[in-house]
């Protein structure tokens, strides 16, 4: 039987708390569906909303479809964010957050073992998108 979190502190305890991490959650069978977002646009847009809240409120995460970005576009995303990772630690360390030359691109992690039981999480890169020429000005080639 499928776990069912209705608040974020049981989620959180189940996850953090009890050290199932993530994927303690995958393998628990937790069954959402997704959000649909051509809904938006109909009369059920309040539903939709309500939906959203509520997922990141108490999940804190959410799969949404029928979002209307080209399934290329998601690849090619994909594809940017691998040859980032990808490269050697010291080129990725350029971009590494409070050192970055650029103010739309941070690079960092949020391991901190010292305060997880159960060993969860992400190296990450975060691009801000203002408009073409800062992108190409200053965005890693990689991900260009």
């Not at 971009?95 to 073992?113: E, M, N």
Request: hydrophobic content about 40%; overall charge negative; charged content about 20%.
């Amino acid at each position: 039987m499928a776990l069912s979190f209705n608040d974020g502190d049981s989620l959180f305890n189940f996850v953090v708390q009890d050290g199932n991490g993530v994927k303690g959650l995958v393998d628990s069978g937790l069954a959402k569906p997704p959000i649909d977002l051509s809904l938006l646009d109909g009369p059920n847009h309040d539903q939709v909303v309500v939906a959203i809240v509520k997922a990141a409120e108490t999940l804190g995460f959410f799969q949404v479809v029928n979002h209307g970005v080209p399934v290329e576009l998601l690849e090619s995303v994909k594809n940017a964010a691998h040859r980032f990772f990808a490269q050697r630690p010291e080129k990725k360390a350029i971009y590494l957050r409070g050192l970055s030359p650029s103010p739309f691109v941070k690079y960092g992690t949020s391991f901190v073992p010292e305060k997880e039981k159960a060993l969860e999480w992400k190296d990450y890169l975060s691009m801000m998108y203002t408009n073409d020429v800062d992108a190409l000005e200053y965005w890693p080639n990689q991900c260009k």
